[in-house]
C-alpha cells in the first residue's frame, strides 16, 4: 500500500518551461489536492479536486492547470513556469477515517526555476 | 486577522521538558481541527484530530475550546524524536478543500 505517490522529487526548469507533475493515490480516496510550501507562508492549497470529473481553484491557482485523470491520479500542470513558482509542492488525498476527513501527503516535489 | 495562527516559535526544550502549543482560528464555522507534524524536507504527516472533550495518545494531548476558538498540542516528556514543525490544521464548515493551515511552530528538543 503505497499511499499517495508524487513524481519528480526534484526539478529545475527554465523560465518558460512546461512541466507535469504527477500524482496518484491507492486509498480509493474522492478528494485530492495540490499545494505549495514556501518558507514563512506555510502550506497553500492550488487546485483540489472533490471527485473524479471535478477540480476547482485553491488559495493560489494562477499559473497552473490540474487534470483529475481518474479517481487515482491528479496531475498539477505549470504551461510557462516562472521564478515565483520556486516551491515544494504537495499533493494530498483525503478520506473518512474515525469519523474524520483526514489528509494524507506524497513525499514533496522540490522545484526550482531559474 | 489570519484565518489560522500559530505560536512564532521556534521552542527550545530540554529533553524530558512539557511544551505546549497554541492556535487560533478566526472563522467560527470551522468544523474539524487536527495536528500535523513535519520533519524537515518532508511531508506533512497526521498526528491526531482535536476533539471538543480533549483527546490524548500517549505522551500527547490535544484540546479544543470552540468558545474562544483556540487549539492546544501538550506533548510531556519531550524525545530528541520530537523535533520537527508541528502544523495546526482547520477544516472550515461545508467547504470542501478548505483545509487551513498555519504556518507551524518549530520545536526542537536537545539533549
Known amino acids: ?114 | 486577522r489570519k484565518e489560522v495562527e500559530q505560536d512564532p516559535g521556534p521552542f527550545n526544550v530540554p529533553e524530558g521538558a512539557t511544551v505546549a502549543f497554541n492556535c487560533t482560528y478566526s472563522n467560527s464555522a470551522s468544523q474539524s481541527f487536527f495536528w500535523y507534524r513535519q520533519d524537515c524536507r518532508k511531508e506533512p504527516k497526521l498526528l491526531m484530530s482535536v476533539y471538543s472533550s480533549g483527546n490524548e495518545d500517549g505522551r500527547f494531548t490535544a484540546q479544543l475550546n470552540r468558545a474562544s476558538q483556540y487549539i492546544s498540542l501538550l506533548i510531556r516528556d519531550s524525545k530528541l524524536s520530537d523535533s520537527a514543525t508541528y502544523l495546526c490544521v482547520v477544516n472550515r464548515r461545508g467547504s470542501q478543500g478548505n483545509l487551513i493551515f498555519g504556518k507551524g511552530t518549530k520545536l526542537s528538543v536537545k539533549p
Open chain 1, 1 to 114: 500500500n503505497a499511499g499517495v505517490t508524487q513524481t519528480p522529487k526534484f526539478q529545475v526548469l527554465k523560465t518558460g518551461q512546461s512541466m507535469t507533475l504527477q500524482c496518484a493515490q491507492d486509498m480509493n480516496h474522492n478528494s485530492m489536492y495540490w499545494y505549495r510550501q514556501d518558507p514563512g507562508m506555510g502550506l497553500r492549497l492550488i487546485y483540489y479536486s472533490a471527485s473524479e470529473g471535478t477540480t476547482d481553484k485553491g488559495e493560489v491557482p494562477n499559473g497552473y492547470n490540474v487534470s483529475r485523470l481518474n479517481k487515482r491520479e491528479f496531475s498539477l500542470r505549470l504551461e510557462s513556469a516562472a521564478p515565483s513558482q520556486t516551491s515544494v509542492y504537495f499533493c494530498a488525498s483525503s478520506g473518512r477515517t474515525g469519523g474524520d476527513e483526514k489528509l494524507f501527503f506524497g513525499s514533496g516535489t522540490q522545484l526550482s526555476v531559474l
